[in-house]
C-alpha cells in the first residue's frame, strides 16, 4: 500500500471516530435538554398548583385528595380538584395553566434546536481537531512498522558509533536518508560529549598548572634547604615560611577543587531553613572588621528583616568569597561597603561594592569561569575557583548576580535570592 493510500485510510479512520464522537454528544445534549424542559414543565405547573393550594390553606386538612380529571368532552375541560372525604375544597380548570408551562417549553426548545443547529458544524470541526494529533501519530507509527530496515543498516550505525570520539569536532554523517534521525541524534550526543571532555580536560589542565606552581616552590626550597640551609639559619626560616605559605595555598585550592568536584557529583549535601539576611550580613560585617584591618567597611541596610530560604553556612562561604576578592583588588585604606535590601520584583539581595582596580567588560562574561583570572590580577595570589563556588551555591538558591564593574573605579557585586512571602 502506497504512503498517499495509507493517509487515505487514516484519515477516513479519524473522519469516523470524529462523526462517531459528535453523534454521541449531540445525544447527549439532547437528552439534557430534555431533562431540562421536562423540569422546566414541572416547575410552573407546580407553582401553579402551589399558589391555588396557598389560597386556601385554611380549607385543607390532613388526608385530602389530589388529582385531575376532565369534566366533559376534550382536553379543554381538564380540571385540578383538591377533595377532602365527600366534599371538593378545589376545583380549577388546569387547561391554560398546563398551556402557558407547554408555551415556554416550547419556546426553551425552539433556542435549544437553533443552538444545536449554529453549533453543530463547529463542534465537529473541533472534535477533528482534537483528534488531528492522534492520526498525526497513527501515521507516523504506520509508515516506521513499513520501513524497510535491513542489516546493513545496523552495520552502518554500528561502524559509526564504534569511531565516535569525544574529541572529534566534524559532525557524523551515516549517508542514507531514512537514518537522518538517528544520525541528528548522534551529532547532538556527540558535540555534548566534545563539550564535556573539552571542560574537563581544561580543568584537569588548568588544575594541574595550579598545583605545579606550589610544589615547584616547595621543591626548590627543599633542595635550597638541603644544599645551605642545615647551616644557614635565615635560609632555614624563608624557606620555612614559604614552604608554609605554598602548602596553605595548596591545601586551599585542593579544597576549592573537592568542594566542585562534590558539587558536580551531586554530593554538597544542602541544608534550607528560614534565614534573615540582615543577620547574616551584620555577622560578616563583624568578622570583617577583626579579620582585615587594611580597609574600611561600612554596612548599609536598606530594608529590615529581609527573609529568604537559604543554607546559612553556603551563602555565608559564597559572601565570604565576595568579600575576600574585594579585599584583594581595593587598596590598602579604601572603603569595601557591604549592603542588605530587596527588590520591587520580590528578590532579597547581599552586596559588596569595593574601590578596587574594577573589571573589564570582557573579564565580567568569564569572571565565573573556573581557574579564568584576568590579566591585570595575575600578580595578585589566587586560585580562580572562588567565585565558580560563589556561582555554584547561587545556583542551588536559584537565585543570580548582578554585576557593575569600571576600570580604575571598583566593582559591584549584587547576589538576589527570592524573598519569603
Same mark, same amino acid.
Given at each position: 500500500m502506497s504512503s498517499n493510500q495509507s #493517509?487515505? +485510510? !487514516?484519515? #477516513? !479512520?479519524v473522519t469516523s471516530i470524529a462523526r462517531k464522537l459528535h453523534n454521541l454528544l449531540i445525544r447527549r445534549k439532547i437528552g439534557a435538554f430534555f431533562a431540562a424542559d421536562l423540569f422546566l414543565f414541572l416547575s410552573i405547573a /407546580?407553582?401553579?398548583?402551589?399558589? *391555588?393550594? %396557598?389560597g386556601n390553606i385554611g380549607k385543607i386538612e390532613p388526608g385530602y385528595q389530589r388529582y385531575f380529571t376532565i369534566r366533559g368532552e376534550g382536553i379543554v375541560n381538564l380540571r385540578y380538584i383538591v377533595k377532602s372525604g365527600g366534599d371538593i375544597l378545589i376545583e380549577e380548570k =388546569?387547561?391554560?395553566?398546563?398551556?402557558? &408551562? *407547554? /408555551? $415556554?417549553?416550547?419556546?426553551?426548545?425552539?433556542?435549544?434546536?437553533?443552538?444545536?443547529? $449554529? /453549533?453543530?458544524?463547529?463542534?465537529?470541526r473541533k472534535i477533528k481537531k482534537i483528534l488531528n494529533p492522534i492520526n498525526e501519530i497513527a501515521l507516523k507509527a504506520d509508515e516506521l512498522s513499513k520501513l524497510s530496515f535491513d542489516e546493513s543498516k545496523y552495520h552502518t550505525i554500528e561502524n559509526a558509533i564504534e569511531n565516535i570520539s569525544p574529541q572529534q569536532t566534524t559532525e557524523l554523517s551515516l549517508g542514507d536518508p531514512s537514518l537522518q534521525g538517528i544520525e541528528a541524534a548522534m551529532n547532538n550526543m556527540l558535540n555534548k560529549m566534545h563539550d564535556t571532555y573539552m571542560q574537563q580536560a581544561r580543568f584537569v !589542565?588548568? =588544575? /594541574?598548572?595550579?598545583? +605545579?606552581?606550589?610544589? &615547584?616552590?616547595?621543591?626548590?626550597?627543599?633542595? %635550597?634547604l638541603d644544599r645551605w640551609g642545615k647551616e644557614d639559619e635565615e635560609i632555614l626560616d624563608e624557606s620555612i615560611n614559604a614552604i608554609k605559605n605554598e602548602s596553605d595555598h595548596m591545601n586551599h585550592l585542593v579544597e576549592q577543587l573537592l568542594f566542585l568536584a562534590r558539587g558536580d557529583a551531586g554530593r554538597n549535601t544542602m541544608t534550607f531553613e528560614d534565614t534573615s539576611l540582615n543577620t547574616m550580613m551584620n555577622e560578616i560585617y563583624e568578622e570583617s572588621l577583626? @579579620?582585615?584591618? #587594611?580597609?574600611?567597611?561600612?554596612?548599609?541596610? +536598606?530594608?529590615? !528583616?529581609?527573609?529568604?530560604?537559604?543554607?546559612?553556612? %553556603? *551563602? #555565608?562561604?559564597? %559572601? +565570604? @568569597?565576595?568579600?575576600?576578592n574585594a579585599a584583594k583588588y581595593t587598596p590598602e585604606g579604601q572603603d569595601i561597603e557591604l549592603c542588605v535590601g530587596e527588590t520591587d520584583d520580590g528578590f532579597g539581595y547581599i552586596q559588596v561594592q569595593d574601590s578596587g582596580i574594577g573589571m573589564e567588560e570582557v573579564d565580567v562574561k568569564h569572571m565565573f569561569e573556573r581557574f579564568y583570572r584576568a590579566d591585570d590580577t595575575r600578580k595578585i595570589q589566587g586560585t580562580g575557583l572562588g567565585l565558580s563556588i560563589a556561582r555554584w551555591i547561587v545556583d542551588k538558591h536559584e537565585g543570580h548576580f548582578e554585576i557593575t564593574s569600571r576600570k580604575e573605579l571598583g566593582t559591584r557585586i549584587r547576589i538576589l535570592i527570592k524573598k519569603n512571602l
Open positions: #493517509k487515505t +485510510r !487514516n484519515t #477516513k !479512520n /407546580s407553582i401553579w398548583i402551589l399558589q *391555588l393550594e %396557598m =388546569a387547561y391554560m395553566p398546563l398551556v402557558v &408551562a *407547554l /408555551s $415556554f417549553v416550547g419556546v426553551a426548545v425552539i433556542f435549544q434546536f437553533i443552538g444545536v443547529v $449554529f /453549533s453543530f458544524y463547529a463542534e465537529y !589542565n588548568d =588544575a /594541574s598548572h595550579e598545583l +605545579r606552581t606550589p610544589i &615547584a616552590v616547595i621543591q626548590g626550597y627543599v633542595n %635550597m577583626m @579579620i582585615d584591618e #587594611k580597609h574600611i567597611y561600612r554596612y548599609e541596610e +536598606r530594608a529590615e !528583616n529581609v527573609h529568604i530560604t537559604c543554607d546559612v553556612s %553556603m *551563602l #555565608k562561604q559564597a %559572601m +565570604r @568569597i565576595l568579600v575576600d
